[in-house]
């Protein structure tokens, strides 16, 4: 039965997280270096259309069909059967439900692309997130989400700890290993070019969570009420605890780890977002800020450049989140189960399953696909490439043109004279 | 004293500085300028417009040095920024009328750097 007031949220709430990519885009291109910011962009626009056609032939189906407890079947593919008759416990048009779920799809391949940013190449990247986009998104929606493993051992995952925070975030370490560090890696300081971009990536992004979460009860309901609350509440504290550790080690508040904090609030909330009462999505935010901002310190000085710092801002902030659950989810507030502290020890056991898998698959699988494709392809652009910059040599573009020297060699037909254009071009 | 002047690309910006700091030639000034040498142009393409490129980015250092950190200048400058490929850019030597240190007011050979002996503490030391 279709509910109105649930479709009219989730129509918007869908809306919210499709932005969430593009907002991605903005936060990594205020990231990387200039000459790199339309490649870094276009790594997660490429997810919108790539990470789209997959999910629409294949990757739903995956997620979302009545397979095994690993992954789905091929009911569904090229979307088959999803129509406007909700899904069995939904009271939204499945075609909705298809849609909200596949912006998570886009949203978490994109993000993926943090790790390998400014020296992947182009087509391989478009291939690799076509494969992530069915073989590991939607299996690890599918534990969760479809039905599958996790799901039924009862690990609580609200909106997307599992297939959306440790699934990029280990996948992200996987890519980073496989493709290896920039050239001028640990040689040359490697700074963020916009930290505009970044601040005001990461408050599209806080906003489109709201969706993201919010719209995870798929409905227009308490749930949803509480999981949109905690979604202000987490991120919050999550800042302010940011301000205070960065306080700690350098004296001053920085406007790049303010952006960052943002997302480590968002992305640790987002499992538990309607299983915890407000008050423990609080304690959430300052506690999710320690692991992830002590291993955004310490991993600079490693030789692995995963590059825009994936793993400790979705990777670990999701996993602290799913662990969190487990002890302080109340039945009171989500109608559930209890966690630790409220007498059921049972469910931190299922959370700490999804803490082993989901880590270990995204990890393997990434590893698999791209040592994979870079056994058919070069995955890296060429040294000279990567030093010109991505964007000229994937793109043949620039960010930030003035136009002195630009001479035009396509000449409209009509002021062009004969023979001169056929030449020009 | 010379003025030696290095056009090179900006990628290899940071190779070249390296380079001079192992040289221990101090006092650089860097900017970025617009230029054309004859390497070939790069085609971009914005919706309908296809437009070569005619002039290509490049960094330009200034290094005002003592007659015999010419050469070790000079040497840094080809050896970060060589690529060997067209493009790699130029190196113009002038001579100095006059240098001024504002700090100071000392002249010439005083003003420009490196002035002291490597390894020595003070930095007003002349270097002749």
């Known amino acids: ?425 | 004293m010379k003025l030696v002047i290095g056009i090179v690309r900006p990628e290899k910006a940071n190779d070249v500085l390296e380079a001079l700091y192992r040289a221990h030639v101090q006092g650089v000034s860097m900017s970025k300028v617009q230029g054309h040498g004859g390497e070939l142009d790069r085609v971009e393409t914005y919706r309908g417009t296809t437009v070569r490129m005619g002039l290509a980015e490049k960094v330009r250092f200034e290094i005002a040095v003592s007659e015999e950190y010419v050469q070790p200048a000079i040497d840094a400058l080809c050896e970060g920024g060589r690529t060997g490929d067209v493009g790699d850019g130029k190196i113009f030597v002038h001579s100095l009328d006059q240098v001024i240190r504002i700090r100071t007011g000392e002249t010439d050979h005083a003003a420009v750097t490196p002035v002291t002996p490597i390894g020595a503490a003070s930095g007003d030391r002349r270097d002749d």
């Open chain 1, 1 to 425: 039965m279709i509910d109105s007031g649930d479709t009219a949220w989730m129509l918007v709430a869908t809306a919210l997280v499709i932005v969430m990519t593009p907002a991605l885009g903005l936060f990594y291109a205020g990231l990387v270096r200039s000459k790199n910011v339309l490649n870094t962009f276009m790594m997660s626009i490429a997810a919108l259309g790539v990470a789209t056609i997959a999910w629409a032939v294949i990757g739903y189906s995956f997620a979302f069909g009545d397979g095994g407890g690993f992954i789905g079947n091929f009911d569904h593919a090229f979307l088959k059967d999803v129509g406007f008759e909700p899904r069995d416990g939904t009271t939204i048009p499945q075609l909705l439900f298809f849609v909200f779920q596949g912006s998570f799809c886009i949203l978490t391949v994109a993000l993926v692309s943090g790790a390998v940013v400014e020296r992947i190449r182009f087509g391989p990247y478009m291939i690799f997130v076509a494969l992530w986009a069915t073989l590991v998104y939607p299996v690890m929606a599918h534990w969760v989400f479809g039905g599958g493993f996790l799901a039924e051992a009862g690990t609580l995952d609200f909106a997307g700890g599992v297939p959306v925070e440790m699934a990029s975030g280990f996948s992200a370490l996987a890519a980073a290993l496989v493709i290896g560090a920039r050239k001028d890696y640990g040689r040359q300081a490697l700074l963020p070019h916009n930290s505009i971009f970044v601040l005001l990536g990461a408050g599209l992004l806080w906003f489109g969570w709201f969706g993201f979460n919010g719209g995870s009860a798929l409905s227009a309901g308490e749930s949803g009420a509480l999981a949109f609350t905690n979604t202000l509440l987490t991120p919050a504290c999550a800042l302010v605890a940011w301000f205070i550790l960065d306080l700690i080690r350098g004296g001053k508040v920085t406007a790049v780890g303010a952006a960052t904090a943002i997302i480590v609030g968002c992305v640790g909330i987002t499992p538990a977002a309607g299983f915890i009462s407000p008050a423990w999505a609080m304690v959430l935010g300052f506690l999710a800020a320690i692991p992830s901002y002590l291993i955004i310190v310490w991993r600079p000085r490693t030789r692995v450049d995963e590059t825009l710092d994936v793993l400790a801002a979705h990777g670990i902030a999701g996993l602290t989140g799913i662990l969190f659950i487990g002890f302080f989810a109340q039945f009171a507030w989500n109608g559930v189960a209890d966690g630790l502290v409220y007498g059921n020890a049972a469910l931190l056991a299922d959370q700490a399953l999804a803490v082993l898998v989901a880590p270990a698959y995204a990890f393997a699988a990434t590893f698999l696909i791209l040592r994979g494709l870079g056994a058919l392809t070069p995955l890296r652009a060429s040294e000279r490439d990567e030093a010109i910059g991505m964007d000229v040599s994937q793109h043949g573009e620039e960010a930030y043109l003035t136009g002195e020297g630009a001479l035009l060699i396509s000449i409209p037909e009509a002021d062009a004279q004969p023979g001169k254009a056929s030449e020009a071009a």
